[in-house]
């Protein structure tokens, strides 16, 4: 059975993030950061090349079980990806309403700049994700 590409790495989430282009996406990154160890009370962990990663958990699917973050994210170029506060295989949350402008896909939240959204409702989601995975 092959184990998921993606995995907890030990390079460094600074370092990657002051890397990121272009210098607004870097910006964010780091300010997503915060909110999410805010949030969190845990420190980021770089998971792959590109993902920073908030916590961890098993799950199983018809590969095996694997471990995978509880939360976090991706300051991708089109768009910050945000990772564990919506599930596109259940009912949409209403305070994706509040949030502002985003799309979805089945398990990531796409936003094109952090200073378009309401960064409350964003904590929020990241803290009711949290909170579901880890009580």
């Known amino acids: 059975m092959a184990a998921p590409k993606t995995r907890p790495t030990?390079?460094?989430?600074?370092?990657f993030?002051?890397?990121?282009e272009p210098p607004r996406r870097r910006v964010e990154g780091h300010a997503l950061r915060a909110l999410m160890e805010r949030v969190t009370q845990q420190p980021g962990v770089m998971w792959g090349p590109t993902m920073v990663g908030f916590?961890?958990?098993?799950?199983?699917?018809?590969?095996?079980?694997?471990?995978?973050?509880?939360?976090?994210?991706?300051?991708?170029?089109p768009a910050?990806?945000?990772?564990?506060?919506?599930?596109?295989?259940?009912?949409?949350?209403p305070l994706l309403t509040q949030l502002g402008p985003?799309?979805?896909g089945k398990s990531c939240l796409y936003v094109n700049r952090l200073e378009?959204?309401?960064?409350?409702?964003?904590?929020?989601l990241i803290s009711d994700a949290w909170k579901s995975v880890n009580g």
Do not use: C
């Open 10 to 15: 030990n390079q460094d989430v600074t370092a």
């Open 17 to 20: 993030l002051d890397g990121v």
């Open 55 to 77: 916590g961890s958990t098993l799950y199983t699917n018809t590969l095996g079980t694997h471990t995978w973050f509880d939360v976090g994210f991706s300051p991708r170029k």
């Open 80 to 93: 910050m990806t945000i990772y564990g506060v919506h599930n596109g295989y259940e009912p949409v949350n």
């Open 102 to 104: 985003h799309t979805t």
């Open 116 to 124: 378009d959204i309401d960064l409350d409702v964003l904590e929020r």
